[in-house]
T-cell receptor
Framework: GAVVSQHPSRVICKSGTSVKIECRSL??????MFWYRQFPKQSLMLMATSNEGSKATYEQGVEKDKFLINHASLTLSTLTVTSAHPEDSSFYIC????????????FGEGSRLTVL | EDQVTQSPEALRLQEGESSSLNCSYTVSGLRGLFWYRQDPGKGPEFLFT???AGEEKEKERLKATLTKKESFLHITAPKPEDSATYLCAVQPTGGATNKLIFGTGTLLAVQP
């Protein structure tokens, strides 16, 4: 149980275009999902908390107009990187938590974004 | 400031050579400490949760322990398939309950 699926696993785009990444909880409902970003040899950094049916909560320093998050259902959250630039190239990982659990997160496979 | 430091940064072991990975943390209060395994190009895979000093958890060749300032991940007689990056994360009691603070991980390579 507690499987989180992420798509696409790899995406290459041109500078200035927008890219959407999907995160699905396959065998459980997730009222809250989390989006992380990971640079090589660095720790996972929480970007935002995605709440089903309401606006996402962004961490300090994360541009909400650049990283659009939508959590339209209990099993799907999307992250759209708008007007992507090379510095947005990174590994984006979503995660979700089982209802009633306070800490244990289950992660998706991650999405490698390369902006040319 | 809440902080997590993992050491060593990288560790190379021979198959069967037991060792330990360290996770030192500084938080005002600890809600929980988590260990994850991450394979290259993949998302982290949950291993253990520890909540209080003195607690221990085991899974196959892995054993996690917790004190008030650090956690150890002991690997007994490792195999090549244990090669991965091991991440430690803490959840502080203060602030948002959602937030996990991750260390930079220990890259473990087990050679046959």
């Amino acid at each position: 149980g507690a499987v989180v699926s992420q798509h696409p696993s790899r995406v290459i785009c041109k500078s200035g275009t927008s890219v959407k990444i999907e995160c699905r909880s396959l065998d459980f409902q997730a009222t809250t999902m989390f989006w992380y970003r990971q640079f090589p040899k660095q720790s996972l950094m929480l970007m935002a908390t995605s709440n089903e049916g309401s606006k996402a909560t962004y961490e300090q320093g994360v541009e909400k107009d650049k990283f659009l998050i939508n959590h339209a259902s209990l099993t799907l959250s999307t992250l759209t990187v708008t007007s992507a630039h090379p510095e947005d190239s990174s590994f984006y990982i979503c995660s979700a938590r089982l209802a009633g659990r306070t800490g244990e997160l289950f992660f998706g496979e991650g999405s490698r974004l390369t902006v040319l | 400031e809440d902080q997590v430091t993992q050491s060593p940064e990288a560790l190379r072991l021979q198959e069967g050579e037991s060792s330990s990975l360290n996770c030192s943390y500084t938080v005002s209060g600890l809600r929980g400490l988590f260990w994850y395994r991450q394979d290259p190009g993949k998302g982290p895979e949950f291993l253990f949760t520890l909540y209080s000093a003195g607690e221990e958890k085991e899974k196959e060749r892995l054993k996690a322990t917790l004190t008030k300032k650090e956690s150890f991940l002991h690997i007994t007689a490792p195999k090549p398939e244990d090669s991965a990056t091991y991440l430690c994360a803490v959840q502080p009691t203060g602030g948002a309950t959602n937030k996990l603070i991750f260390g930079t991980g220990t890259l473990l390579a087990v050679q046959p």
